[in-house]
């Protein structure tokens, strides 16, 4: 995972292809540089930062469900090891508990509007996916009225090999543009494993701070993804370097490469005013109890 970046080092678990650390990994722009846009695929929408949000040691995004009305509460999302009360264990699942959390708001440009606070934490987890929800204290409506900012729309359909993507980093106002490489049946790091996990194709070099960010599919402009891991330097399975497990338990280890969870199957848990229903048709994010579906 790529390590939070505000004085976690200590604590924090992934590395600079994961969660981020304080210090400005090597090579990589300051956080108040401007944004470095890969040239846009023919045939695709433009993809810029408009809809995603710099939190103080990862990146994120406003989401909406294909459901969400302009007056529901708004969603940010990003990843569950950059939930500010520190990575939840193996088998953890958190739901409904109080948060503060303030998010930049972004323009299509990377420029910094205000901020967004959050009211709660809808759901969190790094069990299977690696994902933070939070309900925030303005609704759609209130935002774009505000700032001229729409959501993203997360996609409800699984992402496809070879489809063009871009990684879209708030905290680091910089885009990663490559395509789906495959899918991992379990991706390993660590103590936690993640279920049919997006590889990158090598053009992806995300680093530290680009976790949480949003993986856009750029023929449709929707999230099919969010940015979490990758490994560092070709250990096999351990913090900071994932390695990919098959059907049968063959283990693989890339080395440079970097991965994201799949984010189509969250709008089936999701009802009216934006509502968490773990419990609705076809939800399969796990359940507090761990019990899986």
Request: overall charge negative; glycine content about 10%.
């Amino acid at each position: 995972m790529y390590r939070p970046l505000v004085g976690t080092l200590a604590t924090a678990v992934m590395g600079a292809a994961a969660l981020v650390t304080a210090a400005s990994p090597a090579g990589a722009a300051p956080a108040g540089a401007p944004a470095h846009h890969a040239p846009k695929p023919p045939h695709t929408k433009a993809v810029d930062f408009a809809g995603t949000v710099a939190l103080d040691d990862c990146s994120g995004s406003i989401v909406k469900m294909p459901t969400s009305q302009p007056n529901d509460p708004a969603l940010v999302m990003t990843n569950g090891h950059c939930l500010e009360s520190g990575m939840p264990d193996p088998g953890q699942v958190i739901v409904d508990q109080p948060s503060s959390r303030s998010f930049t708001v972004l323009d299509k440009s990377a420029g910094d509007l205000g901020t967004l606070q959050a009211t709660k934490i809808v759901y969190a987890t790094m069990t299977d996916t690696d994902v933070t929800l939070y309900q925030t204290g303005s609704t759609y409506a209130q935002i774009e009225q505000k700032y001229g900012i729409k959501p993203l729309e997360l996609s409800t359909d699984h992402p496809a090999k070879g489809a063009g993507i871009t990684v879209v980093s708030g905290y680091w106002k910089k885009t990663y543009t490559c395509s789906v490489d495959g899918f991992v049946p379990t991706l390993k790091e660590g103590g936690w494993s993640w279920k049919d996990s997006v590889r990158y194709t090598p053009e992806c070099k995300t680093i530290g701070g680009t976790s949480g960010s949003p993986v856009v599919d750029n023929a449709t402009g929707k999230v099919t993804a969010i940015n979490n891991t990758g490994n560092e330097n070709g250990e096999r399975c351990t913090e900071n370097n994932p390695c990919e497990v098959d059907e049968n338990g063959n283990v693989t280890v890339h080395k440079g490469i970097n991965y994201a969870e799949e984010t189509y199957f969250i709008p089936k848990c999701f009802g009216a005013g934006n509502t968490l229903d773990l419990n609705a048709s076809g939800c399969t994010l796990p359940k507090p109890s761990g019990v899986r579906h």
